[in-house]
């Protein structure tokens, strides 16, 4: 989770109309990934999307290992702006409520070394401000309306939950009696007059507590044997995810338990090469993430899927999307990369070739059998040709170029050495190019400095990364390849 950023006018957000499908699956926006290799996972790239009032929010990195830049639109359509304030994680609320933290680290990226701190400060406030810090303890933060439920506390055991429109706290408790708030996993929920958090006892048994901030009314529910997750609906009904069974019977069990009531498992599928996402209650209805590989389905297409569970066992599909492809340039369709949902509706965000495509609607808005966006779609790219580059005597090299559709943007050949397990990066040259459809060779010039560092290498060489970073007929587009660039003798 490169340093470098792309353009900022290649990473504005623009807004798309597409009158040919239907209103639920039309993006709200569309937002151009960053450069990533070959193998990054989009989940680095992005954040979100929440739900806050009528707006959707999200955020998008502008190169792997960069922070991401917080972006909202309005859910019913319309412009895509920028959030100031910093941020690492948010949460939603449906008064138009956004909580955001940021963590601050000091002394280096090792957590193993002494000098090595870490501190959270949460932000909570209406989407386009002003915001009030709350605390500063390391741990997930819900949002519900115009609630937050967060950790608080000279050593984080406390859940509170404050109302930011009231601008009140309404309830806190302790973490719990005899037991240890999960503080990196506190599994925060959030519903209505409910929330939830996971504890630890001495024992090592795993509850939630569920408590309710208007009686103040605090229970504990142990969790089934085998639990991965757990959601909680407004009436304080809790849907736990287990992963039982060995061998042709391992299996997702999803089970519901009322408050005072028995468990009763409402669904269950084979855990073999299948994921399965506990999201939220949307009244009574639980929305669940379902990723299923290849190998998973025999010879039927691989899926994402978004379904809504009714009490009853019931079934109806959300949303289809690809699952991610094995390699980022051979990605086959849109994959689903991030999804909220709040009572009644559902955003939503889909990685499409070399752009990030946002979208929400009303549950009840989406078509007969959900949206799909299962169809392989072509990612037009350049293709670069060759892996070696020679540096003549005058420090010139040719990069050659294949490009599907007319390609412009930003060429960058960046250098690499090594001094035992450590890297460093040697910028070497960086122009800009537009092309036509077509193969091309683009003259590429480093320094004489540059050139003599090349042949310091093992046999005059070094390893380097050449990136094209911009777009391909009208869609934005990048490729990465590792190169060997060679210091000629001639």
């Given at each position: 989770m490169l340093t470098r950023r792309l353009p900022l006018a290649l990473l504005a957000p623009v807004l798309v109309a597409a009158p040919a499908v239907p209103a639920a699956a039309a993006p709200l926006a569309r937002v151009p990934l960053p450069l990533t290799g070959e193998v990054v996972p989009s989940s680095f790239l992005v954040r979100g999307p929440v739900l806050a009032g009528d707006t959707v929010v999200f955020g998008a990195s502008a190169g792997t290992g960069t922070?991401?830049?917080?972006?909202?639109?309005?859910?019913?359509?319309?412009?895509?702006?920028?959030?100031?304030?910093?941020?690492?994680?948010?949460?939603?609320?449906?008064?138009?409520?956004l909580a955001r933290s940021e963590?601050?680290?000091?002394?280096?990226?090792?957590?193993?070394?002494?000098?090595?701190?870490?501190?959270?400060?949460l932000m909570a406030g209406p989407v386009d401000g002003p915001a009030q810090t709350l605390g500063t303890c390391i741990a997930p933060v819900a949002a519900d309306g115009a609630r937050v439920a967060y950790a608080t506390g000279d050593h984080c055991d406390v859940i509170a939950v404050r109302d930011?429109?009231?601008?009140?706290?309404?309830?806190?408790?302790?973490?719990?009696?005899?037991?240890?708030?999960?503080?990196?996993?506190?599994?925060?929920?959030?519903?209505?007059?409910?929330v939830a958090w996971n504890v630890d006892a001495p024992g090592g048994t795993s509850s939630v507590m569920v408590a309710d901030a208007v009686t103040g009314v605090a229970r504990r529910e142990p969790k089934p044997t085998d639990t991965r997750s757990y959601a909680l609906a407004r009436d304080g009904t809790l849907a736990f995810l287990r992963n039982t069974g060995f061998q042709e019977d391992w299996k997702h069990r999803i089970v519901l338990r009322a408050p005072g009531g028995a468990d009763r498992e409402i669904a269950a599928w084979s855990a073999w090469g299948t994921g399965i996402s506990l999201l939220a209650f949307s009244g009574d209805e639980l929305v669940v993430g379902l990723r299923q590989q290849a190998r998973a389905v025999e010879h039927r297409a691989a899926?994402?899927?978004?379904?809504?569970?009714a009490p009853d066992g019931a079934v109806r599909t959300l949303l289809r999307a690809r699952p991610p492809a094995e390699v980022d340039h051979a990605h086959p369709g849109q994959e689903l990369v991030g999804v909220d949902v709040e009572d009644g509706r559902i955003a939503w965000m889909l990685r499409d070739c070399d752009e990030a495509a946002v979208g929400a609607a009303a549950i009840a808005d989406l078509p007969a059998g959900g949206i799909d966006a299962t169809a392989p779609e072509h990612c037009p790219r350049p293709i670069l040709e060759r892996t070696t580059l020679r540096l003549d005597r005058l420090a010139r090299t040719t990069v050659a170029v294949r490009c599907p559709a007319a390609c412009s943007g930003t060429l960058t050949l960046t250098g690499r050495s090594s001094s035992g397990s450590e890297y460093a990066v040697h910028p070497l040259a960086q122009r800009p190019f537009s092309l036509a459809a077509g193969r091309h060779r683009l003259r590429v010039l480093v320094t004489?400095?540059?050139?003599?560092?090349?042949?310091?290498?093992?046999?005059?060489?070094?390893?380097?990364?050449?990136?094209?970073?911009?777009?391909?007929?009208?869609?934005?587009?990048?490729?990465?390849?590792?190169?060997?660039?060679?210091?000629?003798?001639?």
């Open positions: 922070p991401a830049r917080m972006l909202a639109v309005p859910a019913a359509g319309g412009p895509v702006r920028e959030l100031p304030g910093p941020w690492s994680r948010l949460s939603g609320g449906g008064a138009g409520i963590v601050v680290t000091a002394g280096g990226e090792d957590r193993n070394r002494p000098a090595y701190t870490a501190r959270e400060t930011l429109v009231a601008d009140r706290e309404i309830a806190r408790w302790p973490a719990g009696d005899g037991a240890r708030l999960t503080a990196t996993d506190a599994g925060f929920r959030l519903a209505g007059d409910r899926a994402d899927r978004l379904l809504a569970l004489d400095e540059d050139r003599a560092w090349v042949a310091r290498g093992v046999r005059h060489a070094r390893p380097a990364q050449l990136a094209l970073v911009g777009t391909t007929g009208t869609r934005p587009s990048s490729r990465l390849a590792t190169m060997q660039v060679i210091a000629d003798k001639s």
